[in-house]
């Protein structure tokens, strides 16, 4: 299929739209479709996805920003594939919104968008390049432009996506692993290393060996099990590595159990060895496990930059990772792939995104990183006032002035241990908030830059300007409750990284075009970004 460009829809003498009446035409001009027709529809960049296409002369392709646009629809009102097309054909405020009013037969079949995505999926496996990614970022951009938001402010929140995965026990995980792998070799002419096993099979089995057992015979039950993966496991030995079904029953088994005196049996707490980045289901093997809040959450984490206005918001980037992934190491990634900024822009999270570190490459980038909250425990406002040297590792003054005996720095801990003269200390009306530990001649005071930054900065989030930054970032809370409860994020019926990322980026250009069309209509409130954002003129 070759590629070819859908960048001239011209009307033609049977289109649709001259059969409406002036009453239908007036509703279709208020309507969303207007807006995604003359705004959102002609900036799809199609070049950017030539490459999944052949370059020779062949059947051409299906118009791609066709395609880009019936996906974003189609999280817009929560359609599945199949009424994507139907409504197509059927729908005009549809056809006009992708510029297909004057096509005899509509372009898009059952086939053309699952196709398009397997494509993507293929392309990023093959080439680590996300093409739908860099589209729909580039749309969030160019919409921005559209409600004069220049990201001169920007915040950011993240959320959990569940994956599409039952919960397992483990017995059930270890059970489903041995099933596959013994399914696999079954189908493949393989049953000489099977024999025994055949019952894994039968599609009853499961239900027969994990429900159907008295409480009294689970652990039978399990060593049954551990004894049948350990057969397996010799019969198999060195010949099936590049099979998926034994990666994963190899992998299974290295983290859920372990061999003590020569039998294998399950890990426990006393291993040492058991962490979040475990297999969770075979189904979705790069889901991984975080507890949150109280509860627990398996599968993914998507961190969300939104830039603000005065005229409203835009969720200008996105990133999928598994969901043991920390906020401050999002930020960090998202600072690491940012091109510096031409002018300064402010970038507002919550204490989850601080560190030295993410501060630091903030400023490489131009950005300056204000987080209204901070993790971990408060220090004693008075180590504001310590005075270092450039590097943090001599204390020049203590918040009385007074100038330390002598100052050892501890690389490991990268605390200085400052001494004073004990009549410098004793008297001092700071002693007891310097936490100052008097001995015999002298008094000792340990202190870090670190620990003299986060003082700082505790006074200063107690300023006005860090309790109006405060109400700018609150507004990012909504996006994760619109993605959940708008736009079913944590429904994806699709299981992988990189097939969640590409449906959570179909949710945040459907969210953006919301953004825009309630732009249009006048319909926002936005008073509290109007105060730190002025308008340009």
Known sequence: ??????????????????????????????????????????????ERFSVLYSNKDSRPNTPVNIIVGALVLKELFGLSDDDMVETLMFDQRFQYALHTTSYEEQPLSDKSLSRFRI?????????????????????????AKMMKIDGRIRRMDSMMLEANIRKLSRMELIYTCIAKLVRWLEKNGHKDLIEGMEHYCDPNDFNQVIYHSAGAEVDTRMETLLSDAEKLLQSCQGKFEDITEYQLFIRCLSEQTVVDNGKRRLKSKQDNDMNSDMLQNPSDPEATFRKK?????????????ESVGPNGSVVTDYAVEQNNTSDSTLLKKHLTQMEKQDEKVTMIADGAYCGTDNKELAEEKNVELITTDLTGKDVDPIFADFEFN???????????????????????????????YLDQCQNCQHRDECQAKLHKRTAIVMVSQK???????????????????????NGVETIPSILRNVYNADRVRVRGKIRTKFFTGCKVAALNFRKLFTFRK???????????????A
């Not at 990614?133 to 749309?139: A, Y």
């Not at 809040?293 to 930059?305: C, D, F, I, P, T």
Request: proline share 3%; net charge positive; glycine share 8%.
């Open 1 to 46: 299929m070759s590629f070819r460009k859908n960048d001239a829809q011209q009307i033609t003498f049977s289109d649709s739209l001259f059969g409406l009446t002036e009453r239908e035409k007036k509703a279709l001009e208020k309507s969303w479709a207007k807006v995604f027709a003359d705004e959102v529809f002609p900036t799809i960049d199609e």
């Open 390 to 420: 450039e590097d943090g590792t001599r204390v020049i003054a203590c918040p009385d002035g007074k100038q330390p005996k002598g100052c050892t720095y501890i690389k490991q801990s990268g605390m200085c241990r400052v001494s004073f």
């Open 522 to 536: 006048g319909l926002g409130r936005y008073a509290q970004n109007a105060l730190l954002v002025p308008q340009r």
């Open 451 to 473: 620990k003299r930054d986060r003082a700082k900065l505790q006074k200063e989030m107690k300023s006005e300007k860090y309790k109006l930054y405060g109400k700018i970032r």
């Open 119 to 143: 494509r993507c999926y293929d392309y990023e496996c093959i080439h680590g390049v996300d093409l739908y990614h860099g589209c729909v970022k580039d749309l969030a951009e160019k919409t």
């Open 293 to 305: 809040a109280g509860k627990e959450h398996r599968g993914y984490v998507v961190n969300l930059e």
